[in-house]
């Protein structure tokens, strides 16, 4: 099924108020999650600040690195495309979160209508739909891994703004990740499961942030994984974690 296709059949979610998740129309989904276009003035400075932001975070990167670094001659590019830095950081959240929310709707639907339908799932479905997006934006994507550390630099950072807009444009799809390990880890606390996912969470995005590192560590020389075997890796760790009853 071609990507176009699939965009015609999928709702994003998200309010117009706070950019959190309700149904829009699919012309808004279609919209949102186009092809970055490296042609475009619009689409250069996306790719140009996610890069910058991703390497020297969103407090490390001003707007005159960022109009420079895109080939642009002066900062009124920014604000007609964006209106301003935080609308380009709004701008570039949604786009790398809808891309994510596009790419895992199916399983989680399929989960949540598995649980609808009074049948048991696994931790090992919820963490599948949950990890496999990294590896797919790594491999079709040439702005992926830019993305990916983007998102750890917010995660990671200290720079306030970054980390309420992340928030507010992530929860409601940590609340679904939430409410299907809810039921497929039956065992946990709610306190428990939120810190594991917490933990979980920050270290598969660190895990795919420094990917092209992860040959060389403290502890000596490492083969890397194969994507599938990554995935997997980091699924079964998962498996473990949330198995576990005590803390």
């Given at each position: 099924?071609?990507?176009?296709?699939?965009?015609?059949?999928?709702?994003?979610?998200?309010?117009?108020?706070?950019?959190?998740?309700?149904?829009?129309?699919?012309?808004?989904?279609?919209?949102?999650?186009?092809?970055?276009?490296?042609?475009?003035?619009?689409?250069?400075?996306?790719?140009?600040?996610?890069?910058?932001?991703?390497?020297?975070?969103?407090?490390?990167?001003?707007?005159?690195?960022?109009?420079?670094?895109?080939?642009?001659?002066?900062?009124?590019?920014?604000?007609?495309?964006?209106?301003?830095?935080?609308?380009?950081?709004?701008?570039?959240?949604?786009?790398?979160?809808?891309?994510?929310?596009?790419?895992?709707?199916?399983?989680?639907?399929?989960?949540?209508?598995?649980?609808?339908?009074?049948?048991?799932?696994?931790?090992?479905?919820?963490?599948?739909?949950?990890?496999?997006?990294?590896?797919?934006?790594?491999?079709?994507?040439?702005?992926?891994?830019?993305?990916?550390?983007?998102?750890?630099m917010i995660e990671f950072d200290e720079?306030?703004?970054?980390?309420?807009?992340?928030?507010?444009?992530?929860?409601?799809?940590?609340?679904?990740?939430?409410?299907?390990?809810?039921?497929?880890?039956?065992?946990?606390?709610?306190?428990?499961?939120?810190?594991?996912?917490?933990?979980?969470?920050?270290?598969?995005?660190?895990?795919?942030?420094?990917?092209?590192?992860?040959?060389?560590?403290?502890?000596?020389?490492?083969?890397?994984?194969k994507p599938s075997e990554r995935t997997?890796?980091?699924v079964r760790s998962g498996i473990r974690?949330?198995?576990?009853?005590?803390?």
């Amino acid at each position: 099924m071609s990507t176009r296709l699939q965009l015609r059949i999928v709702n994003r979610v998200r309010t117009n108020k706070n950019k959190c998740m309700t149904k829009t129309t699919n012309s808004e989904l279609i919209d949102a999650i186009r092809p970055l276009d490296p042609s475009t003035t619009r689409d250069v400075l996306m790719l140009t600040a996610l890069k910058e932001f991703g390497v020297r975070g969103i407090s490390g990167t001003s707007v005159n690195r960022l109009v420079k670094e895109s080939g642009e001659k002066n900062t009124s590019a920014i604000h007609y495309h964006f209106g301003s830095r935080t609308g380009l950081i709004k701008a570039l959240i949604n786009y790398v979160q809808d891309w994510f929310d596009f790419e895992r709707e199916a399983q989680l639907r399929a989960l949540e209508r598995t649980i609808d339908d009074g049948r048991d799932i696994s931790i090992a479905q919820v963490l599948t739909a949950f990890v496999q997006p990294y590896q797919a934006v790594l491999e079709r994507e040439p702005w992926g891994l830019e993305a990916i550390r983007f998102i750890a630099m917010i995660e990671f950072d200290e720079d306030k703004e970054g980390r309420e807009l992340l928030a507010i444009r992530a929860t409601e799809t940590a609340k679904r990740f939430l409410a299907l390990l809810r039921h497929a880890a039956p065992h946990l606390e709610s306190p428990q499961l939120i810190r594991r996912m917490k933990f979980y969470t920050s270290s598969v995005i660190y895990a795919y942030s420094s990917i092209r590192h992860s040959g060389t560590a403290y502890y000596g020389e490492n083969e890397d994984l194969k994507p599938s075997e990554r995935t997997d890796f980091y699924v079964r760790s998962g498996i473990r974690l949330f198995s576990d009853g005590d803390d």
